[in-house]
């Protein structure tokens, strides 16, 4: 099952913030964050373990909570070259038992001069 | 290091046709993966692979088949295209479905007329 993205799409200076939220239903290991530009694959951002370990770019930050089965993306001080969709993946168990990633529908943002 | 190819980068096919995508990465990852893209769904999992001999079905499995020989190469099949396969596919692989970035591939455009 797809985990759920909110906002759909956001609009912003250059200069502002933005926050990107993704929940699941499923019980999760791990959440990880991409970024696509258009015509382009996903670029790994981060990812956010069980018990708080991350690993990603420094300038990217991001939140997890395990009980909530939530994770927030913070975009600051936006720059042109942020633009773009961004993904959240969570690592859940399939039915049979096995690990999977599952990615949610993405978030559009476009940053404007 | 080449990361993680596929072929074709473009495919065109009439309903009916057969064909395989091909995915290989030479990172050496036991997790491998094969998503489509198709505008507004996000990436959705069609199978994955934890290791040589060991498959199973993501999201949308119905009307394609992988296997894993080897830990290098993940082929996905379509049996007899339909046109609701028509979509980009991205093939990707890390060390763990979880606790790795996934690396894409480049990404196969297929249509199904």
């Known amino acids: 099952q797809q985990p759920v993205q909110s906002p759909q799409a956001v609009i912003l200076r250059e200069g502002e913030d933005a926050v990107i939220n993704c929940s699941s239903s499923k019980a999760l290991y791990s959440v990880h964050w991409y970024r696509q530009k258009h015509g382009e694959a996903p670029v790994f951002l981060m990812i956010l373990l069980k018990g708080g370990e991350q690993k990603g770019h420094e300038k990217i930050s991001a939140s997890f909570n395990e009980k909530k089965q939530q994770s927030s993306l913070y975009l600051t001080a936006s720059q042109l070259s942020y633009s773009g969709t961004y993904f959240c993946g969570t690592e859940g168990k399939s039915g049979a038992g096995s690990y999977q990633l599952t990615f949610g529908k993405g978030t559009k943002l476009s940053v404007i001069p | 290091n080449a990361g993680v190819t596929q072929t074709p980068k473009f495919q065109v096919l009439k309903t009916g046709q057969s064909m395989t995508l091909q995915c290989a990465q030479d990172?050496?990852?036991?997790?491998m993966s094969w998503y489509r893209q198709d505008p507004g769904m996000g990436l959705r999992l069609i199978h994955y692979?934890?290791?040589?001999?060991?498959?199973d079905q993501g999201e949308v499995p119905n009307g394609y088949n992988v296997s894993r020989s080897t830990t290098e190469d993940f082929p996905l099949r379509l049996l007899s295209a339909a046109p609701s396969q028509t979509s980009v596919y991205f093939c990707a692989s890390s060390y763990s479905p979880g606790k790795g970035e996934q690396y894409f591939g480049p990404g196969t455009r297929l249509t199904v007329t």
């Open positions: 990172m050496n990852h036991e997790y």
């Open positions: 692979s934890v290791g040589a001999g060991i498959t």
